[in-house]
């Protein structure tokens, strides 16, 4: 016993007693690749305890330095698959634009003469939605008019960019017969005053600036983190971050000048209760309704705290907010547009940017939260956790299956998009309407491909059916 407890005693010394070059890990070349290989080492060379300890550290630490490149390396690919456009995607938003332009009916007029009035009827439920992705749109209102008590009072209104309209405007023009009233409006549709055009060419200018000096920040540190920061400091990057609908959102009053209130909804979501209630939820005098607080109580925030967005050694930051608080989710939020349009809140966002490029750009990390959570400070009104969970999208967020089965909203925030293949197929198989999100695409685009463009009626049903 003595004899084991002195070589145990030598060992754990030869082990602590290695140079820092050990520690390291930076040994001689040839450093032995396997357990097989330090056997033949110990067993030909006759080594002693103390050099049995050496190679052994340095074979360990060489090993725990290839699985954290491994790891990083990984995490790196995971978030650059986020960034591309799926094949099936690609095709839809393809073939609708031919669709558009051999068929009739997908140029029909959105809404139809008859319901135009709705648009800016304050008796209808109106929910918005900023998006280029036309099958993410889809998914949303299907998934809203399937949950909804009374689906005929709601009134969709879509806002995408130049490029999408074609696309966007065949796909619901051709669901009409069996969809609420949906309105699709393009970007260049819109005729703003050239004060308004100026400020937002500023306001994507300094996000611009703010995206390169972090893309830089971290390019110069060869993508190393601060450890539990990796995923967030590569979410940053997502081009999204710099996409002009995602940055309007600030100018949603401007977009609907005669609407009061409205529900925006981003085209991550899926909606699994009625929304109706939303309209009725009294703000108490606040512009806007937001999840604040979290289902998993005071230990933890919905989404991320104030730390996780803003730089707080910066004095303008920590003499503003209080860093670990928890920031409000967007994603689902009913705004007062009426009171909204009485605050100077699009005036402080455009401020905070200001500051934020003569402040060198660095108190915060890139992307329209940050700013837009210092502009509404003061102005949110809370809402039960369960109307939203958010970070779905996210490898990090565990919500329990009874937290996401009540949810009125599940939100796919993060890279893994439900129309991803690096998407969680947990969380998707826990949603009825996130399941078939796969399916629409695949099954759409080889629908159209062998529908004849000749057969409007056989163009109705191939449709209708993401809908119903």
């Known amino acids: 016993m003595c004899l084991f407890q002195k070589i145990g005693e030598e060992l754990t010394r030869a082990l602590v007693e290695e140079t820092d070059q050990d520690v390291n890990g930076r040994g001689k070349k040839g450093s032995l690749e396997s357990f097989d290989d330090l056997v033949k080492e110990m067993t030909l060379k006759r080594r002693d305890i103390r050099a049995f300890a050496s190679v052994t550290k340095k074979m360990l630490l060489q090993m725990e330095r290839k699985v954290q490149s491994a790891k990083h390396h990984e995490l790196v690919y995971w978030h650059l698959a986020s960034h591309g456009i799926p094949k099936s995607l690609h095709c839809l938003s393809l073939r609708l634009t031919e669709e558009y332009s051999v068929?009739?009916?997908?140029?029909?007029?959105?809404?139809?003469?008859?319901?135009?009035?709705?648009?800016?009827?304050?008796?209808?439920?109106?929910?918005?939605?900023?998006?280029?992705?036309?099958?993410?749109?889809?998914?949303?209102?299907?998934?809203?008019?399937?949950?909804?008590?009374?689906?005929?009072?709601?009134?969709?209104?879509?806002?995408?960019?130049?490029?999408?309209y074609t696309p966007m405007h065949a796909w619901f023009a051709i669901n009409s017969a069996s969809s609420p009233v949906v309105e699709v409006k393009g970007l260049h549709q819109y005729d703003w005053p050239q004060e308004v055009n100026f400020k937002v060419r500023e306001m994507l200018d300094i996000h611009r600036l703010i995206w390169r000096r972090h893309y830089q920040n971290l390019k110069d540190s060869d993508f190393s983190f601060v450890e539990g920061t990796h995923e967030q400091s590569l979410q940053a990057l997502n081009p999204s971050c710099l996409a002009l609908l995602n940055h309007l959102r600030i100018y949603v009053p401007k977009l609907f000048p005669d609407l009061n209130k409205i529900v925006l909804l981003d085209d991550d979501v899926v909606v699994q209760s009625d929304l109706s209630s939303l309209w009725e939820t009294d703000l108490n005098g606040k512009v806007a309704g937001a999840v604040v607080d979290s289902w998993c109580g005071n230990n933890c925030c919905p989404g991320r705290k104030y730390k996780d967005y803003f730089n707080f050694s910066h004095p303008l930051i920590s003499s503003s907010l209080v860093q670990d608080d928890c920031a409000w989710l967007s994603g689902m939020n009913v705004f007062d547009l009426k009171a909204w349009r009485q605050t100077n809140i699009t005036e402080a966002y455009s401020t905070w940017l200001r500051l934020s490029v003569s402040s060198g750009l660095q108190l915060w990390q890139p992307g329209a939260i940050p700013p837009t959570l210092l502009a509404f400070k003061g102005l949110i009104q809370s809402l039960e956790p369960s109307w939203h969970v958010a970070g779905l999208g996210s490898r990090s967020v565990k919500s329990p299956q009874e937290i996401l089965k009540s949810a009125a909203v599940l939100h796919f925030s993060g890279p893994a998009k439900p129309w991803l293949e690096i998407s969680n197929p947990e969380f998707i198989r826990r949603s009825a309407q996130g399941s078939r999100i796969h399916e629409y695409a695949s099954h759409t685009c080889s629908v159209l491909h062998l529908a004849s463009t000749d057969d409007i009626s056989s163009h109705t049903v191939m449709f209708s059916f993401p809908l119903n």
């Not at 003469?113 to 998914?139: G, K, Y």
């Open 103 to 164: 068929n009739a009916m997908a140029r029909m007029r959105l809404p139809p003469p008859e319901s135009v009035s709705r648009l800016t009827d304050p008796s209808f439920h109106h929910i918005v939605i900023l998006t280029d992705n036309v099958l993410a749109a889809s998914v949303v209102i299907s998934s809203t008019v399937q949950n909804a008590v009374n689906p005929e009072k709601f009134v969709f209104h879509i806002v995408t960019d130049k490029k999408t």
